[in-house]
């Protein structure tokens, strides 16, 4: 059984550009939890999903941020308009039921130039 | 001020000695969950511990709760090399009518060989 998938593990984007960041929940498993670390931290929470619908995104900055589950296919975290300061380890994390235990990707590292 | 603030913020031991880290939170809990990061990895759950228990263990790791003062300590006993990593506490509570994780910081425990 395939763990937590996330690619890619790395990305580099200009200001401007878009990051688009895929994360394959582990089989099963149809709650999706965006995180975002900034070095020397913990995991902020960004959003919570389950398959098409978004339960909680009260932790995204409301512009620029996206995020989705669509029924088929990899949870997607899109970042429009990329600036510094989004440069972070972006980490997906999925469980069998809501909040139990969840189990993470090994997550993907945005640097902007 | 941040939920799950852990201390100390770096620990560095010896092979075989045990460590020690807390964790100290605000609000009502449902449960307090462990994770363990090794450098530039995903977070691997290690123990979950509901509000209604006070001490768990799980191979070398002990874990109590005391709900009264808010707080959690993990013990890894006879430490390993291997051992080196950040922990990270998380709390599930309510928070906007949604269920969500809030990590601390984290540990950073380095074990000497």
């Known amino acids: 059984n395939a763990g937590v998938m996330q690619n890619p593990r790395h990305l580099v984007r200009r200001r401007g550009q878009e990051a688009r960041l895929r994360c394959s929940p582990m089989k099963g498993h149809s709650h999706v939890y965006w995180y975002r670390q900034l070095p020397e931290e913990g995991l902020k929470f960004m959003v919570y999903l389950q398959k098409e619908n978004i339960i909680d995104e009260s932790g995204m900055p409301k512009e620029r941020f996206s995020a989705e589950f669509p029924k088929e296919g990899p949870s997607i975290l899109r970042i429009q308009q990329v600036v510094r300061g989004d440069s972070a380890a972006y980490f997906c994390?999925?469980?069998?039921?809501?909040?139990?235990?969840?189990?993470f990707g090994p997550g993907t590292r945005l640097t902007v130039t | 001020s941040q939920q799950g603030e852990e201390d100390p913020q770096a620990l560095s031991i010896q092979e075989g000695e045990n460590a020690t880290m807390n964790c100290s939170y605000k609000t009502s809990i449902n449960n307090l969950q462990w994770y363990r990061q090794n450098s530039g990895r995903g977070l691997v759950h290690l123990i979950l511990i509901r509000s209604n228990e006070r001490e768990k263990h799980s191979g070398r790791l002990r874990v109590t709760l005391d709900t009264s003062k808010k707080s959690s300590s993990l013990l890894i006993t006879a430490s390993r090399a291997a051992d080196t990593a950040s922990y990270f506490c998380?709390?599930?509570?309510?928070?906007?009518?949604?269920?969500?994780?809030?990590f601390g910081k984290g540990t950073k425990l380095t074990v000497n060989p």
């Open positions: 994390a999925s469980s069998p039921q809501g909040f139990y235990e969840q189990y």
């Open positions: 998380a709390t599930e509570r309510n928070e906007g009518g949604s269920e969500k994780l809030v």
